[in-house]
């Protein structure tokens, strides 16, 4: 008779604290060979500065080996803690750690598959000897005791503001005044880099106040904060495009930004030998030549608005706009509006101008993602961004570190389980699109909406209500089709037909951010760098080879001192983090050896 001896698993802590424990050990001793055999054969490691002075993904043993080889001994980590109490989610253990570098501290990720790693996230949160001004570090305010050079919190803002850009120089010039630009100027204040924000609007906010008077927020309140100040307790979960923007104003205020409004960045080129760039703006009619070490293009994700050409257009008695020039509806009540495009702003504007009565028709040339809103929030965003979320704990900054700690590689394995949901719980609202000739997809892989955010930036729509009006008719669909030419009075498609037309707008996207590089500084620039977004994944407009981070953004790039800023809310807020302290490490003279600096295979 056989003997059968029980197996005891190890609770899910003590196996991640002696993982970490042999982890920091093997580190320490540099013992490279050890580390390796505590990875799976299947294994990533997500490193944000930490390691590379970068955002870098390693893939597979052999490209951790190699980014160990050149880093580990400059960056001396050590004390890899544990941060609460391990989790199991079936059979991984996941668990939240903290750690330090020879110059800062840092908090990371970790999911244990069978005991050994399977993916690993570390990130950089501040920097030893040059902390943030807030919490234990926050300044004083009152000066006590008497001084009769005394000068009152409004005299330094005001002293500031007349001589940074004119009698001293900004280190840090970011053009573009949106979201952007803002979070990462309020990481720099709190971080003390002289910084300039230039934006070309009258006031701050003024990018959400001109859009299409029907914008709001698709994405959920909890997933849109701010760095620093999250929004109260009682704003709307999606919040109204001018409400947006009088909260960025606030904040700019608040925050004490250096916010030049009313100014055009006119040129910017590098100076090699002074290792500076010369910035040429005009504000509020003055000419004045700025001279930053760092310069960041904040111009969101997207560069020049993609408007096509077609033969006729010169000769159309109609108005024709983008959609970031339109206006808005009340001007076409009883008008005929084509929309060309059936993303997000094709929707958004066509559903306002059938509101008010215009005869609205939607040219949909190529398939898109559709997915509610509700079904959104509820099965994909839910879990990290909800009331529900931070009741349990887990705040918008935890959320950011879990989300980031997915490799980009397996994030359609995460995702495809939610929207495969999604397609079940809402099949008889897309089997009504489907009937009315709206050609959908679910990405190239069926990995969903975020994937193809990463990848390409555009080709879907969160419905908040226009696609019922799509399916019913009220709006117009002509799908499959494309514009052969435009008459004085109508549109003449590629299958031979033919719309009258009052409006064209143009819901057509944008070009990659680097377009703005071209245009502000060089075209020779802009190839240098290449092309900003996507991660080479070879799926439809992210061309290969795999990158496996979002090309140039947030990190350094091939061209000296010139840095991409944008995305949504929630990448602006996070990521800002990341840039912001890459900048002062340069500022202050600390050593920042990148590691992996991503090679240039697009110019645009």
């Keep these: 008779m056989s003997k059968i001896t029980a197996q005891v698993q190890q609770p899910p802590t003590d196996t991640v604290q002696a993982w970490l424990h042999d982890f920091d050990t093997a580190l320490q001793a540099q013992d490279i060979e050890r580390v390796l055999s505590l990875f799976g054969d299947e294994c990533y490691w997500r490193d944000f500065l930490t390691f590379t002075w970068n955002l870098k993904t390693c893939e597979g043993k052999d490209e951790i080996q190699a980014m160990l080889n050149t880093t580990l001994n400059n960056v001396q980590p050590s ?12 059979d ?4 939240w750690f903290t750690f330090e570098t020879a110059v800062a501290s840092g908090k990371g990720y970790l999911r244990l598959k069978e005991g050994r790693c399977w993916t690993l996230l570390t990130t950089m949160q501040a920097l030893n000897d040059y902390p943030e001004q807030c919490n234990h570090h926050r300044p004083k305010g009152a000066e006590h005791g008497a001084n009769k050079q005394r000068e009152t919190w409004l005299e330094l803002r005001q002293r500031e503001e007349a001589e940074l850009g004119y009698i001293r120089q900004p280190y840090c010039v970011i053009i573009g005044g949106g979201q952007g630009g803002i979070g990462l100027g309020a990481r720099l204040r709190q971080l003390g880099v002289p910084t300039i924000i230039i934006e070309r609007n009258e006031r701050a906010g003024d990018s959400w106040r001109n859009r299409y008077k029907s914008l709001c927020l698709h994405d959920p309140v909890w997933y849109d904060h701010l760095p620093y100040i999250p929004f109260p307790d009682n704003w709307p979960v999606f919040a109204p495009k001018d409400k947006v923007g009088d909260w960025l104003e606030m904040y700019t205020k608040v925050m004490e930004l250096n916010y030049w409004s009313s100014t055009e960045c006119q040129n910017a080129s590098y100076d090699e030998v002074a290792g500076e760039w010369v910035v040429k703006v005009k504000r509020n ?9 760092q310069l960041v293009m904040a111009t969101g994700m997207s560069g020049m608005p993609n408007v096509p050409k077609f033969p006729g257009a010169e000769n159309f008695a109609g108005e024709q706009q983008h959609s970031s020039q339109h206006p808005g509806p009340d001007a076409y009540k009883g008008k005929k509006c084509v929309i060309v495009g059936s993303n997000n702003s094709a929707h958004d504007i066509a559903a306002a101008l059938w509101e008010h009565d215009a005869d609205v028709t939607m040219l949909q040339r190529s398939s898109t993602h559709i997915v509610k809103s509700d079904s959104l929030m509820e099965e994909v965003l839910g879990p990290l961004y ?3 979320a931070v009741a349990s704990g887990l705040t918008h900054e935890k959320a950011d570190l879990v989300f980031a700690s997915i490799p980009y590689k397996v994030l359609p394995d995460f995702q495809r389980p939610a929207f495969e949901a999604i397609k079940k719980r809402d099949a008889e609202f897309y089997q009504k699109l489907e009937k009315a000739g709206f050609m959908l997809d679910f990405g190239d892989d069926e990995s969903g909406l975020f994937l193809k955010y990463l990848r390409r930036g555009s080709g879907y729509y969160i419905d908040v209500g226009a696609c019922d009006l799509v399916a019913s008719g009220d709006i117009k669909l002509r799908s499959g089709v494309g514009i052969d030419h435009i008459n004085p009075h109508s549109i003449t498609l590629t299958d031979g037909s033919e719309l009258d037309a009052d409006l064209i ?11 703005w590089a071209a ?33 140039n953004m947030w990190k350094p790039t091939q061209q000296e001192a010139l840095w991409f800023h944008g995305g949504n809310l929630h990448q602006s807020r996070h990521y800002s983090r990341y840039l912001a302290l890459q900048l002062k490490a340069r500022m202050e003279g600390l050593d920042t050896p990148v590691y992996g600096l991503q090679p240039v295979h697009h110019r645009a």
């Design 79 to 90: 004390n890899w803690q544990l941060d609460g109490e391990a989790t199991e989610n079936g």
């Design 92 to 95: 991984i253990y996941d668990a």
């Design 285 to 293: 009619g003055e000419e004045i030549t700025l001279r930053p070490k």
């Design 386 to 388: 909800s009331e529900e």
């Design 505 to 515: 707008v143009y819901a057509t996207g944008y070009g990659s951010m680097n377009g």
């Design 519 to 551: 245009r502000l500084i060089s075209q020779e620039v802009a190839d240098k760098v290449g092309k900003c977004w996507g991660l080479g994944s070879d799926t439809t407009k992210d061309p290969g080879p795999w990158e496996g981070e979002l090309r």
